[in-house]
C-alpha cells in the first residue's frame, strides 16, 4: 500500500512579541499537534519552520510560515508544489473571530472568508479544495476593530480554554482526517466544546 503524505500549515506570525495572540492560534495547535506526536518544529525550509515524521501510515510535513500572515502562501505554496500535494492532503489551521471560541469547524474548499492569510495561500497555490479548520477566537467585541482584536493577546480565561479544550480537541481532529477522512470528523468535531 503506498504511504500517503499530509501537508499541515498552521497559521500565525513568527516573532515573541505576537506569541499568545489570537491571529497566532494556528500556530498553537499545530505546536501542539507535533508535541503529541513526540515532536518539534526544528529545520528551516521554503521560509518556514518544518516537522516532519510519521503518523500511522502517513507521512506528516508541519509547516509553521515564518513570512508573517498576510504572505503565509508564499511559503505554503513551495511546499504544495515540492511534494506535488494534492489540495485534500493540504489542512491549514487558523483563527477565525466569526466563531466564538470554543469553537472548532472543519471543512473543504470555499472562500478565504475574509482572512488575508488564507487569502494568501489560495492565491499563491490556485488551490481552494483544501481543508480548513478554523479555531474560533471570537465573539469581535463592539467597537473593536478586527485587526486590533485578533493582534490583541488571548485573556487568561481564553487561554485556559484554548489550551485545555479546543488545542486537545483539535489535535483528535486532526489525526481524524488523517485516519478516519473529512465526513467522519466533521460529524465529530465541528462544534462547540465549552
Not at 529545520?43 to 508573517?68: H, L, N, R
Not at 479555531?135 to 485578533?150: A, K, M, T
Amino acid at each position: 500500500m503506498q504511504e500517503s503524505r499530509y501537508i499541515l500549515v498552521g497559521l500565525g506570525n513568527p516573532g515573541v512579541e505576537y506569541k499568545g495572540t489570537r491571529h497566532n492560534a494556528g500556530f498553537m495547535i499545530i505546536d501542539k499537534f507535533i508535541q503529541d506526536l513526540g515532536g518539534s518544529f526544528i529545520k528551516k525550509k521554503f521560509d518556514g519552520i518544518v516537522w516532519q515524521g510519521q503518523y500511522i501510515d502517513s507521512q506528516i510535513i508541519a509547516v509553521k510560515p515564518m513570512t508573517f500572515m498576510n504572505l503565509s502562501g508564499k511559503c505554503a505554496a513551495q511546499f504544495f508544489s515540492f511534494y506535488k500535494t494534492q489540495p485534500s492532503k493540504l489542512i491549514v489551521i487558523y483563527d477565525d473571530f466569526a466563531l466564538n471560541i470554543g469553537t472548532l469547524r472543519i471543512r473543504k474548499g470555499g472562500s478565504d472568508g475574509g482572512h488575508n492569510g488564507v487569502g494568501s495561500i489560495i492565491s499563491e497555490t490556485g488551490a481552494k479544495d483544501f481543508i480548513k479548520m478554523r479555531i474560533g477566537i471570537g465573539p469581535l467585541p463592539q467597537g473593536f476593530s478586527s485587526v486590533d482584536f485578533v493582534l490583541s493577546k488571548f485573556k487568561k480565561e481564553e487561554m485556559a480554554i484554548l489550551e485545555k479544550t479546543i488545542a486537545p480537541n483539535a489535535v483528535e481532529a486532526l489525526k481524524s482526517l488523517i485516519k478516519d477522512g473529512l465526513d467522519k470528523t466533521m460529524n465529530l468535531f465541528n462544534r462547540n466544546f465549552i
